[in-house]
C-alpha cells in the first residue's frame, strides 16, 4: 500500500534559525496537504497543495510540492517559538476518495 | 458551531474491558473518520465512513468496530481492550464537495487519550 514518508522525525533550532521538513511518497498523488499538531493537541489543517511544482506561501511557511507530484517540503523562516510542535504531511493517491496517508511528523522544537 | 467533539477526553481501561469512544460534528460533514495516535507516531487510519449507513475498515481495524446511523455521529467500539489500544484516539470530519479539485481539509476533534492495563 502507499507509505509516506517524512524526515526528519526530530528537529531542534535556535529561535530565528530557518527549519525544513521533507515528505516522500511511494506512489504519485492527487494531493498533499500539510497539518500542524501543538502539544497535546490535535492536527490543524495548514494548506493542500494540487499541481505539480506548486509552490504556497503563508507568511513564514513555504510549501512545495513536487514536479512529480511525489515529494514535498515544508520551510519556516526565522523560527518563532509559536512554530512549535509536529508538522505532518498527508497523500492522497487519485481515485481514493478523501483517504489520506499520514507521515510520521517532524517535531520542531525551538530554543529562545 | 461546536465542530467535532470527541468524549471522553481520557479513560483508563483493564485488559477485555470494552468501551465506546464517541465522536459528534455538526458541520453536516459526509465523511468521518477514527484515526490512532501512538506515542511520537504518525496518524494511522482504523475506519471510516463516506456517510449514515455505510462504513468501511482503514489502515488497523481490528480489535475495533464502527457504526454510522446518522451523519452527525460515528462511535468507535472497542470489545476487548488489550495493552496495543493504548493510544490517542482522534476523530475527524471532512466535507468532499469543499473543493472543485483536490481532496477535503480534516477537522479534527480533541482526542480520547486512552490507557489500557
Known amino acids: 500500500g502507499q507509505q509516506v514518508m517524512q524526515i526528519p522525525q526530530y528537529q531542534h533550532v535556535q529561535e530565528g534559525e530557518d527549519f525544513t521538513t521533507y515528505c516522500n511518497s511511494s506512489?504519485?498523488?492527487?494531493?498533499i496537504q500539510w497539518y500542524k499538531q501543538r502539544p497535546g493537541g490535535h492536527p490543524v489543517f495548514l494548506i493542500q497543495?494540487?499541481?505539480?511544482?506548486e509552490v504556497k506561501k503563508q507568511k513564514r511557511l513555504t510549501f512545495q510540492f513536487g514536479e512529480a507530484k511525489k515529494n514535498s517540503s515544508l520551510h519556516i523562516t526565522a523560527t518563532q517559538t509559536t512554530d512549535v510542535g509536529t508538522y505532518f504531511c498527508?497523500?492522497?493517491?487519485?481515485?481514493?476518495?478523501?483517504?489520506?496517508?499520514f507521515g510520521g511528523g517532524t517535531r520542531l522544537m525551538v530554543k529562545p | 458551531n461546536a465542530g467535532v467533539t470527541q468524549t471522553p477526553k481520557f479513560r483508563i481501561l483493564k485488559i477485555g474491558q470494552s468501551m465506546t469512544l464517541q465522536c459528534a460534528q455538526d458541520?453536516?460533514?459526509?465523511?468521518m473518520y477514527w484515526y490512532r495516535q501512538d506515542p511520537g507516531m504518525g496518524l494511522k487510519l482504523i475506519y471510516y465512513?463516506?456517510?449514515?449507513?455505510?462504513?468501511d475498515k482503514g489502515e488497523v481495524p481490528n480489535g475495533y468496530n464502527v457504526s454510522r446511523s446518522t451523519t452527525e455521529d460515528f462511535p468507535l467500539r472497542l470489545e476487548l481492550a488489550a495493552p496495543s489500544q493504548t493510544s490517542v484516539y482522534f476523530c475527524?470530519?471532512?466535507?468532499?464537495?469543499?473543493?472543485?479539485?483536490?481532496?477535503?481539509?480534516?477537522?479534527f476533534g480533541n482526542g480520547t487519550r486512552l490507557t489500557v492495563t
Open positions: 465512513s463516506v456517510g449514515a449507513g455505510i462504513t
Open positions: 475527524a470530519s471532512s466535507y468532499p464537495g469543499w473543493r472543485r479539485e483536490g481532496g477535503s481539509p480534516l477537522h
Open positions: 497543495l494540487v499541481k505539480s511544482g
Open positions: 458541520m453536516n460533514h459526509n465523511y
Open positions: 498527508a497523500g492522497m493517491e487519485n481515485n481514493a476518495g478523501n483517504m489520506l496517508t
Open positions: 506512489t504519485t498523488l492527487s494531493n
